[in-house]
């Protein structure tokens, strides 16, 4: 008889559990890395728990590289702390799910409320520009453009 509970497999015991972690902002490329080795350090303490459970880290984007090198040979998946809705596109900064399954992601975090409302707080300050823009000479079809375009942007998100 096989010992082995496939991945993301229901067992005798129930749904095999998910843990994960968002490191957010908190530490720099450094103390990624080196939190990283630490995490990877645990592979062995997690092959012998008595129940399989899944266990991911969620880097800044530019420590996905780090996360990729230093969990690859592990049992401890990765991802990203947000993903764009679109493949392609001139969305500057973003980062589109494909780019993030070649980098070796696995999971991803969709729409977290922390995300939301700094996006609406931002839409407030650009349409404060706009406003002010549009006093000092801009475009009316410009600002409602621009209008438009973001309140489906938040509304999507």
Same mark, same amino acid.
């Given at each position: 008889?096989? /010992? !082995? *509970?496939?991945?993301n497999?229901?067992s005798?015991?129930?749904?095999?559990?998910?843990?994960?972690?968002s490191l957010?902002l908190h530490?720099?490329?450094? #103390?990624?890395?080196? %939190?990283l &080795?630490? =995490?990877?350090?645990? +592979?062995?303490?997690? @092959?012998?728990l008595?129940r399989p459970?899944d266990?991911? !880290?969620l880097?800044?984007?530019? @420590?996905l @590289?780090d996360? #990729?090198?230093?969990?690859?040979?592990? #049992? *401890?998946?990765?991802?990203?702390?947000n993903?764009h %809705?679109? /493949?392609?596109g001139?969305f500057?900064?973003e980062v589109?799910?494909?780019?993030?399954?070649? &980098?070796?992601?696995r999971? =991803?975090e969709?729409?977290h409320a922390? $995300?939301? #409302?700094h =996006?609406?707080a931002?839409?407030v300050?650009?349409?404060h520009w706009l406003v002010? +823009?549009? @006093?000092?000479?801009?475009?009316a079809?410009?600002?409602?453009? *621009?209008?438009?375009v973001e309140? $489906?942007n938040?509304r999507?998100?």
């Amino acid at each position: 008889m096989n /010992d !082995v *509970i496939p991945e993301n497999s229901p067992s005798a015991a129930g749904p095999r559990p998910v843990i994960g972690v968002s490191l957010k902002l908190h530490f720099g490329l450094a #103390r990624t890395r080196a %939190w990283l &080795a630490e =995490v990877a350090a645990l +592979d062995a303490t997690l @092959a012998a728990l008595p129940r399989p459970v899944d266990l991911f !880290v969620l880097p800044s984007f530019p @420590a996905l @590289a780090d996360a #990729r090198e230093l969990l690859g040979a592990t #049992r *401890i998946a990765f991802g990203a702390q947000n993903v764009h %809705w679109a /493949d392609t596109g001139a969305f500057t900064g973003e980062v589109s799910a494909g780019m993030l399954a070649e &980098a070796g992601a696995r999971y =991803v975090e969709v729409g977290h409320a922390e $995300r939301r #409302r700094h =996006v609406e707080a931002a839409l407030v300050c650009l349409q404060h520009w706009l406003v002010s +823009d549009f @006093a000092g000479g801009g475009s009316a079809p410009k600002v409602e453009k *621009i209008k438009e375009v973001e309140s $489906r942007n938040l509304r999507a998100a």
